[in-house]
Nanobody, 116 residues
């Protein structure tokens, strides 16, 4: 499995960004794809994930502000981030796993910086 994350950048607080994660190498429908983030000096944390069938999970800190979606025709997962806060500043990673397994495939990360 290969994962290519993109879409990060610098945005003002209250603004929006959309991250993309391109999946390749295996059958996309067999994998759950999620987003994680790691802020400076902090541990990596779960942000959101989405099953092929459509069910989603979100960290409490992003509920109502972030939306994860999948384009199964393009083998791509998106993370639409709105109402961004300074606390959302981090490197964002997409990851993939099979159902019942731990996340074991990781993309390279994309930096999101929110200016206050």
């Amino acid at each position: 499995v290969q994962l290519q994350a993109s879409g990060g950048g610098l945005v003002q607080a209250g603004g929006s960004l959309r991250l993309s994660c391109a999946f390749s190498g295996r059958t996309f429908s067999n994998y759950i794809v999620g987003w994680f983030r790691q802020a400076p000096g902090k541990e990596r944390e779960f942000v959101a994930d989405r099953y092929y069938g459509g069910s989603t999970n979100y960290a409490d800190s992003v509920k109502g502000r972030f939306t994860i979606s999948r384009d199964n025709a393009k083998n791509t997962v998106y993370l639409q981030m709105s109402s961004l806060k300074f606390a959302d500043t981090a490197v964002y990673y997409c990851a993939a796993k099979l159902i019942g397994r731990e996340y074991n495939y990781w993309g390279q990360g994309t930096q999101v910086t929110v200016s206050s």
